[in-house]
């Protein structure tokens, strides 16, 4: 059975914190500056996402391939591939960024190059089950960055030169405590034909969550084409940090048990059709809670998110499709350890198309600005659902 121990709850505590405390920034920091600089920063978020793919999907692999082998030699090696890939690509980012001798764009490159890194370090840390230097580090990133950016975020300028910094500053110790003998360029130079499969198998990763983040970032694309105004464009923006905040107890929870997770799908411990059962009435449980709190707290929050327009609507729509993406999981594990991850990709590709088809549309004909910012949201939740079910109608069958 998947159990949490102490650890595993102070992790997921201490993402809560991180996240919220993102969350309370991002709110502070929407009161200090107007809508519409906020909308305009959209794009430099959008592009931070995207830039995660240049991992390749290594993370991804480490996870599967550490939890298949049993001789820790295969291990370090893996784990060398892991880390020394993420680093060139992570330079490369930044040198590419930085040619565009834009301050924006520089401080992007260090802000995704830096989240590179810092995310590989605490998968390598993942997989060996070193949760309490994990806890360690995303702690004093969380409050490392807190301090800063209250004390001196306010413009997004100094919002993006503070969290490039602090990545900086983390970066050091963690790469010191990971252990210099754990990650060795003269054994990542000897390992190029298990860095050939390695690439091969996170391509299909890589695949799966560009699609992944196109499902749930395509809106932003439709409301820039039609010219939105960019305060409703910094109210999407807004709902999908803050909803990210909301749902981190499932996330965080998912990113330290995923492992066991796929152990238990291999042995067959129990059917889809129970895990499935399972997380619908955790998703269910959490949801009415979170969005009973919105409403609770609504006044308070109101002082600080009030020039947004129409934000709570934008919350609650993107925390539900955010909660019906997270139960994708289940699928997407039996896909994992059955090494059929192309059979997962494609009906998520299937469905991508299909919202894409829906955006269009719905922009074409709604000509009012407030009714596209709400029906691309709707749609997002209606086709995640859609999805869920297709999901697990075909694997119900497919892995009885």
């Known amino acids: 059975m998947i159990t949490f121990n102490n650890q595993v709850l102070v992790y997921s505590t201490l993402k809560y914190l991180e996240y919220g405390v993102t969350a309370l920034l991002t709110l502070l920091l929407a009161s200090r500056i107007p809508a519409n600089e906020y909308g305009s920063s959209a794009f430099y978020f959008v592009l931070i996402s995207y830039l995660q793919f240049a991992s390749l999907g290594t993370n991804q692999v480490l996870t599967k391939w550490y939890s298949i082998y049993l001789d820790q030699n295969k291990r370090d090696e893996t784990i060398n591939i892991c880390f020394w890939t993420t680093i060139i690509v992570g330079f490369l980012v930044l040198f590419s960024l930085s040619v565009t001798f834009n301050i924006m764009f520089i401080y992007t490159g260090l802000i995704a190059t830096g989240k590179l890194l810092f995310e590989s370090i605490i998968n ?70 298990q860095i050939i499969l390695f690439y091969k198998d996170g391509l299909l990763m890589l695949l799966i969550n560009f699609v992944t983040l196109f499902f749930t970032t395509i809106d932003r694309y439709f409301l820039k084409i039609y010219e939105v105004e960019k305060s409703l464009i910094g109210s999407v923006q807004l709902a999908d940090t803050v909803s990210t905040g909301a749902t981190l107890l499932i996330s965080s929870a998912l990113f330290i048990l995923l492992p066991k997770f796929y152990e238990l799908v291999k042995k067959q411990v129990h059917t889809i059709s129970y895990w499935y059962k399972r997380s619908l009435f955790l998703a269910c449980c959490f949801s009415i809670i979170v969005i009973s709190g919105i409403q609770i707290f609504w006044p308070i929050a109101t002082d600080y998110i009030g020039m947004y327009p129409y934000f709570k609507i934008h919350f609650i729509l993107q925390f539900i499709a955010k909660v019906l993406l997270g139960i994708l999981t289940i699928p997407f594990a039996y896909s994992v350890v059955n090494s059929n991850e192309s059979y997962y990709f494609k009906i998520f590709l299937l469905w991508s ?10 922009s074409h004909f709604f000509f009012s600005i407030l009714f596209i910012t709400i029906y691309l949201n709707i749609g997002l939740v209606i086709f995640s659902l859609c999805m869920n079910i297709h999901f697990f109608y075909v694997y119900i069958n497919r892995y009885k």
């Open 353 to 362: 198309i299909i919202l894409l088809g829906f955006y269009a549309i719905i």
């Open 124 to 193: 390598i840390l993942r997989v060996q089950q070193r949760l309490k230097l994990i806890n360690f580090l995303t702690g004093s990133y969380t409050l490392l960055f807190f301090f800063l950016v209250y004390f001196k975020g306010d413009s997004i300028k100094t919002y993006f030169q503070i969290w490039a910094l602090v990545y900086i500053l983390i970066l050091i110790p963690s790469y010191l405590l990971l252990g210099i003998k754990k990650v060795s360029l003269k054994l990542y130079l000897k390992s190029f034909n």
